[in-house]
Nanobody, 115 residues
Framework: QVQLVESGGGLVQAGGSLRLSCAASAMFSTAKPMGWYRQAPGKQRELVASINSGGSTIYANSVKGRFTISRDNGKNTVNLQMNSLIPEDTAVYYC?????????WGQGTQVTVSP
């Protein structure tokens, strides 16, 4: 069982920045794909950004140029730097890690962007 602990959510005004962090409880012999999803009220969960073991990244079109995902393989952490936030970014953000056995998810952290 892998536990993911997220931090860094909160309330920010439009145009502001937040940095989310996620730490996995287990260490692996090789780095695993990790990333972030988000879910806004009344909407489906959507991929925000992902990063594979080699550092290649994927971003949702809505966040390209504003968000940056990074990882520290030695600490088994993944971060999401969010700049130029807009109210539409308001959601619960979940980190995940993809292992050969299963995907594991964090408990979620609320991000609220006020106009």
């Amino acid at each position: 069982q892998v536990q993911l602990v997220e931090s860094g959510g909160g309330l920010v005004q439009a145009g502001g920045s937040l940095r989310l962090s996620c730490a996995a409880s287990a260490m692996f012999s090789t780095a695993k794909p990790m990333g972030w999803y988000r879910q806004a009220p009344g909407k489906q969960r959507e991929l925000v950004a992902s990063i594979n073991s080699g550092g290649s990244t994927i971003y949702a079109n809505s966040v390209k140029g504003r968000f940056t995902i990074s990882r520290d393989n030695g600490k088994n952490t993944v971060n999401l730097q969010m700049n130029s936030l807009i109210p539409e970014d308001t959601a619960v953000y979940y980190c995940y890690i993809r292992t050969a056995v299963s995907d594991y998810w964090g408990q979620g952290t609320q991000v609220t962007v006020s106009p």
